[in-house]
């Protein structure tokens, strides 16, 4: 893909997210993800202003784009009135349309994401969903957890809930309806384009790693590693 830079700025997370930066490193103080990890919003920002086309590419292959949590804390603080999550925002979705977040670690991940958040909300309408979540797949959940599995029906009953039901409340059975209108505003959006580029590219570095993407081993791996 040639000029990267004009993509990017096609990106309306990118045009309201960066207007007049400068380079306070307000967003760096207030960021929780800089508090713990070394990402650095005020960094990040000042070299997407350079234009720099090889910066870029290097950002789209690094792991800093991927640190952030979108908690957005920077768009409380900036006094110029920017948020460099939203620019995160948009470079993610140039690194998985270019293929380059496939050069970093923590970029495959979100074939992990996408199965899972990503499914559960065009499938079921919640981004997690009680059926889909056990403990083989997410161990941390503990034995209580089999539990609740095992007897959500009554439990789901007594607490009140609205589970598989089509009445208000919570874990309600999504309408058909609604579900359509998710998956077109993820058509729309390119995100439905972007799964897919992530499926794809994510099956030729299964293989060049000797792994099958398909396979719940691959996935796991990517889970489970938190390795950076």
């Not at 004009?6 to 990118?14: G, I, M, N, S, T």
């Not at 939203?86 to 970029?107: D, M, N, P």
């Not at 059975?173 to 609604?178: G, L, T, V």
């Amino acid at each position: 893909m040639k000029d990267l830079y004009k993509e990017l700025e096609k990106d309306v997370r990118y045009i309201e997210g960066l207007k007049a930066c400068i380079n306070c490193g307000t967003c760096t103080a207030i960021c929780p993800a800089a508090a713990v990890t070394d990402y650095d919003p005020r960094i990040m920002i000042d070299t997407v202003q350079t234009k720099d086309e090889g910066k870029l590419i290097e950002l789209l292959k690094s792991d800093t784009i991927w640190k952030c949590a979108e908690c957005l804390s920077c768009k409380t603080r900036c006094p110029r009135g920017n948020v460099p999550g939203y620019v995160i925002q948009a470079l993610r979705a140039l690194s998985i349309e270019t293929g380059y977040f496939t050069a970093s670690k923590q970029g495959p991940k979100q074939l992990a994401l996408k199965r899972t958040i990503g499914e559960h909300i065009l499938k079921y309408g919640y981004a997690v969903y009680i059926d889909e979540v056990n403990t083989e797949m997410y161990p941390e959940q503990g034995p209580v957890w089999n539990w609740i599995r095992k007897n959500k029906k009554e439990l789901m009953q007594r607490l009140g809930v609205s589970y598989k039901k089509k009445q208000a409340g919570a874990l309600r059975d999504i309408p058909e309806e609604s579900i359509n209108d998710l998956n077109r505003i993820f058509e729309e959006t390119g995100a439905i384009k972007r799964f897919k580029k992530l499926e794809d590219d994510c099956a030729i570095l299964a293989r060049k790693q000797g792994m099958d993407s398909k396979n719940e081993d691959y996935f796991r791996h990517l889970f489970n590693d938190s390795t950076d």
